[in-house]
């Protein structure tokens, strides 16, 4: 038996050794070991005392489906009351490489910025909001000059006129006490902000469908980012709110469709430098205001990712792509790569633009810049179709890192090119599973993608429509969802978000200077909280 169990062992090692958690030369350390006992006895305990079907929660099937790393937005407020949620949302992140700055702030608070600003309208398309559209009528937003502001009263009286502009108090203010008042009406604008559970879950639950009404979030959303006064507020919640989730350093995608924004004016004139100036000056004020506080080793900075949506025309793109290369030489230090962002699975794929993005590498040689591409590819559950070759044509043309990369199990050649050439995946778990691409985390592929040696970052993609603000979330489902994970794990998704990111290896260093600093005092604060409650041998 012994023989036996030894071969086993070796097996077991044989299959684990090509995983960056395994192979990493940073060995933990004795403080490291005893976390990680305590990480993974929590996770055994909790596995007993929270997801056991036991809970009254509400759930599309009732309580008994509850396990860890189940459907998130219906376990969404049991993660919250766990103790390794606590634990994990106190750890340092690292980076937070994937996420559209557009969807990076809270629902409530984004409505809450659009109330500070007296400019900001509402209308609906459909007449007055009545007890038939409730659930389908989508508010419109938008910013309007001083001169075109209007009196309007309600959009739920019956007297309103579709498409009229209201002033967001009015319809706040005077919204149907049928359908809960100025409480009704907030909840209203938020539901069509996010995500429901009944939504993905129910009537919702395929890729097609819960797509369209992920589509709805950002046409809801889109008329109160692009609002300047908004903007500049919304910047500063996203780096602040990163920062307390442990996020030191972030590389969101800013969607340059809109060749303009609205100003402060109400008019459409605000263009994309203007963009990165106001987004360098919030980013500066962020970080000058956490070193007044001490809190400097908490934030090391941000770039962004140029991107505009897969639905342009080549020509189209043509432009994109110089106003990125002009940006580029204007905003060296901010630009970090470009990318095609939308549906994959009815959008145009990459080898649709084929032609512009080869110029566009030429180009950049002419200039004298460096833009990598940092492409969404593979976020599908197709095999061999459009989509899913995405994966190919992102590798041919060096993309730096991969967005999604949901397919990529089914391509051993591909992995094998992302080990060996040091492509790392931008995974979002939680988007993954809303988006329906995967029933649970304990079936998604990430595990089968760390085994082939690849690296990964963990992403949250679009936490303001999921609710997994920040990546504790995500790193609660995928750790739960895997025996296999270790505190070493963790550790890995953090060093590798920094080591893949677009810091310049100065950048890079400091990075890792100050998040070893605060790895350490995590490393102790949770030893000295939980070590003798969890700290024993493991269950």
């Not at 007297?159 to 809960?180: D, I, K």
């Not at 097609?208 to 500049?232: H, Y």
């Not at 994109?320 to 959008?347: I, M, N, R, W």
């Not at 969802?481 to 310049?504: G, H, P």
Request: glycine share 6%.
């Amino acid at each position: 038996m012994d023989a036996y169990l030894k071969k086993r062992d070796e097996l077991i090692a044989q299959d684990r050794a090509l995983r960056p958690d395994y192979a990493s030369p940073r060995v933990l350390s004795t403080e490291e070991q005893k976390v990680d006992r305590i990480l993974r006895n929590i996770r055994a305990d909790e596995a007993l005392s929270v997801w056991n079907g036991q809970l009254s929660v509400a759930h599309l099937y009732g309580p008994q489906q509850m396990f860890p790393g189940m459907e998130f937005l219906t376990a969404r407020e049991t993660i919250v009351g766990t103790k390794l949620f606590e634990v994990l949302s106190k750890m340092p992140k690292g980076g937070l490489l994937h996420a559209h700055l557009d969807a990076t702030v809270r629902a409530d608070i984004l409505l809450r910025l659009a109330l500070e600003q007296p400019a900001i309208h509402v209308r609906v398309s459909s007449g007055a909001v009545s007890a038939k559209t409730l659930v389908t009528a989508l508010p419109e937003f938008r910013a309007l000059p001083k001169d075109e502001w209007t009196t309007a009263a309600s959009i739920t009286d019956t007297a309103y006129v579709q498409n009229t502009w209201v002033p967001l108090h009015n319809a706040r203010n005077n919204f149907s006490a049928e359908f809960g008042g100025r409480i009704g009406f907030d909840r209203w604008v938020i539901d069509s902000l996010m995500i429901e559970p009944s939504e993905a879950y129910g009537t919702h639950n395929t890729t097609a469908k819960i797509w369209q009404k992920f589509a709805s979030t950002f046409l809801v959303s889109d008329g109160l980012f692009r609002f300047v006064p908004i903007f500049t507020q919304y910047i500063r919640e996203f780096l602040l709110s990163s920062v307390e989730d442990g996020i030191s350093y972030v590389e969101p995608r800013i969607l340059f469709y809109f060749k303009y924004m609205i100003g402060e004016d109400g008019k459409e004139n605000t263009p994309h430098r203007a963009w990165f100036q106001i987004y360098e000056r919030v980013l500066n004020e962020v970080r000058e205001e956490l070193k007044a506080q001490g809190r400097e080793d908490e934030f090391v900075g941000s770039k962004i990712i140029y991107s505009t949506v897969r639905d342009v025309t080549c020509e189209e793109l043509e432009w994109y792509l110089e106003d990125c290369l002009t940006l580029k030489q204007e905003f060296p230090h901010l630009v970090a790569g470009f990318d095609l962002v939308g549906h994959e699975d009815s959008l145009h794929p990459l080898i649709y633009y084929m032609e512009p993005l080869l110029r566009f590498m030429e180009r950049q040689k002419e200039v004298g810049v460096h833009i990598p591409f940092v492409f969404h590819a593979g976020e599908t559950i197709e095999d061999g179709g459009p989509a899913d070759l995405n994966l190919y044509d992102a590798i041919l043309l060096g993309t730096k890192r991969i967005g999604h990369g949901f397919s990529i199990t089914k391509h051993p050649k591909l992995m094998e090119i992302c080990r060996k050439e040091g492509i790392c995946i931008e995974m979002c778990p939680i988007s993954n599973e809303v988006l329906r691409l995967t029933g649970s985390m304990p079936m998604h592929p990430l595990p089968a993608v760390l085994n082939q040696g690849v690296h990964i970052a963990l992403c949250s993609d679009d936490p303001s429509v999921f609710g997994n603000m920040g990546l504790s979330f995500d790193f609660f489902q995928v750790f739960v969802a895997s025996e296999v994970n270790t505190l070493a794990t963790l550790r890995e998704f953090v060093w590798d978000s920094i080591k893949f990111s677009s810091l310049n290896d100065e950048e890079r260093q400091e990075a890792y200077t100050k998040l070893q600093r605060r790895w350490t005092a995590f490393i102790k604060d949770v030893s000295d909280a939980y070590g003798e409650s969890y700290g024993t041998v493991s269950k």
